[in-house]
Nanobody, 115 residues
Framework: QVQLVESGGGLVQAGGSLRLSCAAS????????MGWYRQAPGKQRELVAA???????NYADSVKGRFTISRDNAKNTVYLQMNSLKPEDTAVYYC?????????WGQGTQVTVSS
């Protein structure tokens, strides 16, 4: 089993910054991908950013240049640094881990950006 615990969400004004963290515990294999997805009210869940265990990254076009994903493999933790936040970034952000044993999700953390 894998558990993912997110932290770092909150309320911020447009142009501000937040840093999300997600710590994974349980049976974690060395080869995996971790990432962040988000879901706004009335919209589908979408990929924000992902990073593999060897450091390859992938970003949604809407966050390129503003968000940075990173990870600490020793701590099984993934981070999302979000800068220049916009009201349209408001959503519940979910941490995700994919490895051969399955696809796992955190409980979600709310990010609200006020204009």
């Amino acid at each position: 089993q894998v558990q993912l615990v997110e932290s770092g969400g909150g309320l911020v004004q447009a142009g501000g910054s937040l840093r999300l963290s997600c710590a994974a515990s349980g049976i974690i294999f060395s080869i995996n991908a971790m990432g962040w997805y988000r879901q706004a009210p009335g919209k589908q869940r979408e990929l924000v950013a992902a990073i593999t265990s060897d450091g390859s990254t992938n970003y949604a076009d809407s966050v390129k240049g503003r968000f940075t994903i990173s990870r600490d493999n020793a701590k099984n933790t993934v981070y999302l640094q979000m800068n220049s936040l916009k009201p349209e970034d408001t959503a519940v952000y979910y941490c995700n881990l994919r490895q051969w044993s399955g696809n796992y999700w955190g409980q979600g953390t709310q990010v609200t950006v006020s204009s």
